[in-house]
């Protein structure tokens, strides 16, 4: 859950799919969840992210949209960005876009983002 100064929140969208998602990916062998997250970010996004900038909010499992019975699990971590930032998408992101209290409807978003990220982001607590 990336946030910058004016709590937009950033989404992304993968190449092939209409769905808009938190950034992040899968946990290769070796590696801690946050330390996934920063190198996944760093990838697609090209942000760099120190592991202090982390924020642990909590465990979802859900229906994944892009892959048919399948549950995604995610540990979901929050990042405050200093600063607000134009995005540029690498690897198999096609799009990335902030996200704000007042557009957020308008985007297909995926299961995680619905019933972890959303409510938490609107509340303003950032506590699961």
Do not use: C
């Amino acid at each position: 859950m990336v946030v910058d100064p004016n709590n937009r929140l950033l989404v992304v969208r993968k190449k092939n799919s209409a769905y808009y998602m938190m950034p992040g990916g899968k946990i290769e062998k070796g590696e801690l969840s946050s330390q996934a997250l920063v190198r996944e970010l760093k990838e697609e996004l090209d942000l760099n992210i120190s592991l202090s900038e982390l924020e642990y909010l909590g465990f979802h499992e859900t229906e994944a949209v892009n892959e048919v019975d399948t549950i995604v699990r995610g540990e979901i971590f929050k990042i405050e960005l200093k600063a607000a930032l134009d995005i540029f998408p690498q690897a198999e992101i096609e799009e990335a876009i902030w996200l704000t209290v007042d557009n957020y409807e308008n985007y297909q978003l995926a299961h995680l983002i619905e019933q972890f990220t959303i409510p938490i982001w609107k509340a303003g607590t950032f506590e699961y």
